[in-house]
């Protein structure tokens, strides 16, 4: 059991993701209800930041606008912004850190929120005071391993917005963030569990894939059975559902064979 445990947490997990969770005092109208940016980068833009150097000037990331179809979201005049940066899961923080794989243990929090804002600080390094304040405020623990990450990660974002035009400049953008909320992996890991904060469980390399992803029902403890993002058939919530229909499926036979023997 702890051996298969083992086995199965050194294997390759999912990409980590930076949220920020941002409450913008304006409304930012070149946005679409789901926005997508891609690093001119290319392929070199997929690997993963342990680290600022890591990320690209221009990352990939994804903005979700509720406000654009919801006004109820926000007030109005306001918008409801949510970014998504892919970066280095736990697993592969720990290893470019030359560490075995954390451990986190489950607890409260694990996410950090700047009750001011981030625009309030005013010019100079707005980003390095909002991070000082941000980890000083830190919830629920964690080793602030994401940091460094979540402040190159942010002044990114808000670069590669303004030069897209969604702002007039990145300081306006920013002072119109009244109110974020960062998740990082860690969070990801001490409040939802997720192993190694990987945002879809187990990758999907091809080791993982189809009949060498973990099956539905274990081959060797009777009435052990499993649903989710790192079994079959894969992470996402259709896939996930999908899982746990047939999930059931393996255990309304077994108890049908169950019920036939008894
Ligand atoms: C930021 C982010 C964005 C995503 N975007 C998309 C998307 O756009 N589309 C898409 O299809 N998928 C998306 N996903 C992936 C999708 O959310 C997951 O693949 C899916 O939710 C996995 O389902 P699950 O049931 O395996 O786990 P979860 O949905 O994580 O559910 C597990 C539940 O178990 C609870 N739990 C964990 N440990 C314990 C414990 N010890 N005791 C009690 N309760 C526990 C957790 O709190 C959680 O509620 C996203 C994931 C993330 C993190």
Known sequence: GSRRADALSASP????????????????????HHN??????GRTAWARATSPGGLQRSPNFYVHVPTRTDASAAPAGCESVMVLVP???LQEMAAAAGMPPLHLARHEGGC?????????????DVAGT???????????G????????????REAVLQTLA?????????????SIVRELVMEPEGWAARYGLSHGAAFGLSHGLGQLAA????LRDARVGGLYFAGASARPGNGVPLVMIGADLCVQRVLEDLGKQGKAD
Request: charge should be positive; charged fraction near 15%; hydrophobic fraction near 45%.
């Open 13 to 32: 997990h999912s990409a980590g993701v930076i949220a920020f969770n941002w409450c913008v005092s304006r409304t930012l109208p070149a946005l679409r």
């Open 36 to 41: 997508v940016f891609l690093s001119s980068a």
């Open 87 to 89: 970066v280095a899961n």
């Open 112 to 124: 950090t929120s700047g009750g001011d804002g981030i625009g309030d600080s005013g010019g100079g």
């Open 130 to 140: 909002n991070a000082t304040r941000l980890a000083a405020g830190r919830s629920g």
């Open 142 to 153: 964690g080793t602030g391993a994401y940091s460094a990450l979540v402040s190159a990660a």
């Open 163 to 175: 030069d897209a035009g969604v702002a007039e400049t990145v300081d306006s953008l920013r002072a």
């Open 212 to 215: 060498f992803r973990p099956a």
